[in-house]
């Protein structure tokens, strides 16, 4: 029996269609938003014009604000620092109960439907997503880092 997949993608340098594209192509159900603050300046990508956006595709939007790096761990990711911000998501976010309860429901939700772990960083060596990607792939998920093009 096939692993069930997740997906990741940033959607840092993309343009809003070819990132709804991306998402179809790759049978997501449902976009789970990991970001602290689903606010964006790119067009398209804060979490209300993201969600219908979403909805005329088909795709479902969750937002898992427990789930999202603090300021220090953007701050870290931003300047290219992935191991600062990978010890700052672990210790100062993955560590509390909040989080913990968050990313139970994040699995069941990928248990249940093809789901899609979105943060702003292109590159996912960056971004916190991988860190909750392998924690789904120690669970038996299957990741794909998807890529906007």
Known sequence: MAKPQVFTIGYEGADVDRFLTTLKDAGVATLADVRAVALSRKRGFSKS?????????????????????PKEGRQAARAGDGDLMRRIYCDEVLATKPAQEAFRELEALAQAQPICLLCFERDPANCHRTVLAQRLAERGFETVDLTVL
């Open 49 to 69: 014009a993201l969600r219908e956006a979403l909805a005329h595709q088909g795709i479902g939007y969750e937002h898992f604000i427990k789930l999202g790096t």
